[in-house]
C-alpha cells in the first residue's frame, strides 16, 4: 500500500507512534487521517497541527459501541477506510502480583480492542475487495517485556490474532500487518526509564530506543512492500530466530542480562 489519497484511522494518534503514524500518512499524501484516541484534546492538537486533512475523534477503544461509531462515521464522511491502525496500547509495569483490574485494561486495550475494529472494518473493506489492517504489537509479541507480565501476555495475543487476520483474508484482499517495535522514545517508555523499571531498562539495553518517527518510516516501508510482521529493530528478527531454535537457551541469555542490570 503507498498512501496516496488513502483513507486512514489511527487510534493511540494522539502520542508516541500513534501520533508520529498520523502525521507521516498526511505527509506521504493521504486524503484524510483520523486522529483517533482516548486524550480528546491531545487527539485534536495533533490533528489540527497536521492540517486540514486531518481530524480528531474521541474513543475508547474498550468500547465496542465507540470503535463500531469511530468507523461508521469515518466512512460516512470519505466512503471508505483504506488503513485502520489498531495503534492504541498500554503497559501495566508489573508481574503476576497486578490485579485483575490491570489484566482486564491489558487484555482489553492491546488485544480486544484490535477484534473490535477489526469487527467494524472488514464488512466494508471485503466488500470494496481490499483494505489494510496495521496492528501496533510490540517486540514483547514476539519475545517477552521483561517485568511486564500481563503486556508480554497480551502482545503475544495480539501477534497471534494479527497472524490469524492475515491467512484468513489475505486471499479476499485484505493485507494485515504486525509493527513490532523494541524500544521507543515515547512517554510508555521515557516514564518507565525515569522510574528504573527493570522492564524499561532490558529494552534500553536491548537495542537502540528509536524516535516514534523512525518508527512510522519502517512503517511506512512496510506498508510499500506489504509485509506481515515489521520489525523497526532488525535485530528483533535475530532474537526472535534464537528464541525459536533455542527456547531454554535464550531464556538463560535473558536471565544473565537482568542479573547484569540488577547487580
Ligand atoms: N514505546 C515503546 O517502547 C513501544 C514499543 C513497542 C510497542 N509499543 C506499542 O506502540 C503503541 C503505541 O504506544 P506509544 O509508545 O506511542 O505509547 P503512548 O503511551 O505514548 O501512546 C499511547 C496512546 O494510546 C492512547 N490510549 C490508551 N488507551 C486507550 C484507549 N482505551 N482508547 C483509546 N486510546 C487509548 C493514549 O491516550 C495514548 O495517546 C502501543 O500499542 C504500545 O504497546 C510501544
Redesign the pocket.
Known amino acids: 500500500m503507498n498512501l496516496t489519497d488513502r483513507i486512514v484511522v489511527v ?8 501520533a508520529a503514524l498520523s502525521r507521516r500518512f498526511a505527509a506521504e499524501g493521504a486524503a484524510a487521517v483520523v486522529v ?4 480528546a484534546d ?1 487527539a485534536r492538537a495533533v490533528a489540527e497541527g497536521i492540517g486540514p486533512v486531518a481530524h480528531a475523534h474521541a ?4 468500547d465496542e459501541e465507540q470503535v463500531r461509531a469511530l468507523v461508521a462515521d469515518t466512512e460516512q464522511r470519505y466512503g471508505r477506510i483504506d488503513l485502520f491502525c489498531a ?5 501495566t509495569g508489573g508481574g503476576v502480583e497486578v490485579d485483575d483490574t490491570g489484566w482486564d485494561q491489558a487484555w482489553r ?2 488485544v480486544l ?1 484490535h477484534v473490535y475494529s477489526a469487527r467494524a472494518v472488514l464488512p466494508g473493506m471485503l466488500a470494496r475487495g481490499g483494505g489494510h489492517l496495521l496492528h ?5 509479541g514476539v519475545l517477552t517485556a521483561v517485568g511486564d507480565a500481563a503486556y508480554t501476555a497480551t ?1 503475544h495475543a495480539s501477534v497471534g490474532f494479527a497472524e490469524w487476520l492475515a491467512i484468513t483474508y489475505r486471499d479476499r484482499g485484505i493485507r494485515v500487518s504486525a509493527l ?5 522514545d ?4 521515557a516514564d518507565g526509564l525515569a522510574d528504573g523499571h527493570l522492564g524499561a531498562r532490558v ?1 534500553a539495553a536491548s537495542g537502540a530506543v528509536l524516535t ?1 518517527d523512525q518508527v512510522a518510516e519502517a512503517a511506512i516501508a512496510g506498508l510499500a512492500e506489504e509485509r506481515f510482521l515489521i520489525l523497526p529493530h532488525p535485530e528483533v528478527a535475530d532474537y526472535a530466530r534464537r528464541r525459536a531454535e533455542d527456547p531454554d537457551g535464550w531464556q538463560a541469555g535473558m536471565r544473565k542480562l537482568v542479573r547484569r542490570l540488577t547487580a
Do not use: E, F, R, W
Open positions: 487510534t493511540g494518534g494522539a502520542g508516541g507512534i500513534g483517533a484516541d482516548l486524550d491531545a474513543v475508547d477503544v474498550t495503534n492504541a496500547g498500554v503497559t486495550v492491546n480492542a501496533t504489537c510490540s517486540a514483547a502482545k513490532c517495535p523494541q524500544g521507543v515515547t512517554p510508555m517508555l529494552v516514534p
